[in-house]
T-cell receptor, first 115, second 114 residues
Framework: GESVGLHLPTLSVQEGDNSIINCAYS??????FIWYKQESGKGPQFIID?????DKRQGQRVTVLLNKTVKHLSLQIAATQPGDSAVYFC??????????????FGTGTRLLVSP | DAGVIQSPRHEVTEMGQEVTLRCKPI?????LFWYRQTMMRGLELLIY????????DSGMPEDRFSAKMPNASFSTLKIQPSEPRDSAVYFC????????????FGPGTRLTVL
């Protein structure tokens, strides 16, 4: 599927390096954040999430950090592998005036991992 | 589980034609979402169903777009008449629970309107 834009920021790393992908979110009332990975021709795939009452959460080879003061989210990937090459999106769970909420996605960052 | 199933995977049509995209959510999930992804606008939420009821359709671009969920295992997104600017990848996602739970995405339908 068409998963990337012409002007996506790109992070190029060597296999084995650690990668850090950053994201700024917009709404200080957002209470839940998710990182998704999208490979070419596929839908976004859940990687890791974090709630606003946490600053850090770790998964397998991935860590998400949340800084609510500056509304910043980061995804750290340890020992990056070629299979990690994809577009990564952050998403914030944003409360709406209607009383409902919706996920708002960032523009994405393309990660390129060289062998 | 087979995951979220979408059909068709690719659709090419001519301007003015009706297009129907289909989605089967993961069994047991009670919320369903339709998204559109383009180079220019990224990933946008079009409409959200909870227990088969449309909750928020504020993202639906205009009256040419309509979505239905007749039962818990099937939803459609229809565009009539289609226009070239509707060309995009359309994703369906589902989840069980509340907003603070994981949405699972389907593989998408790539729509091209000539």
């Amino acid at each position: 599927g068409e998963s990337v834009g012409l002007h996506l920021p790109t992070l190029s790393v060597q296999e084995g390096d650690n990668s850090i992908i950053n994201c700024a979110y917009s709404n200080s009332a957002s209470d839940y954040f998710i990182w998704y990975k999208q490979e070419s021709g596929k839908g976004p795939q859940f990687i890791i999430d974090i709630r606003s009452n946490m600053d850090k959460r770790q998964g397998q080879r991935v860590t998400v950090l949340l800084n609510k003061t500056v509304k910043h989210l980061s995804l750290q990937i340890a020992a990056t592998q070629p299979g990690d090459s994809a577009v990564y999106f952050c998403a914030e769970n944003m409360p709406m005036n209607t009383g409902f909420q919706k996920l708002v996605f960032g523009t994405g960052t393309r990660l390129l991992v060289s062998p | 589980d087979a995951g979220v199933i979408q059909s068709p995977r690719h659709e090419v049509t001519e301007m003015g034609q009706e297009v129907t995209l289909r989605c089967k959510p993961i069994s047991g999930h009670n919320s369903l979402f339709w998204y559109r992804q383009t180079m220019m606008r990224g990933l946008e939420l079009l409409i959200y169903f909870n227990n088969n009821v449309p909750i928020d359709d504020s993202g639906m671009p205009e009256d040419r777009f309509s979505a239905k969920m007749p039962n818990a295992s099937f939803s459609t997104l229809k565009i009539q008449p289609s226009e070239p600017r509707d060309s995009a990848v359309y994703f369906c996602a589902s989840l069980w629970g509340t907003w603070t739970d994981t949405q699972y995405f389907g593989p998408g339908t790539r729509l091209t309107v000539l």
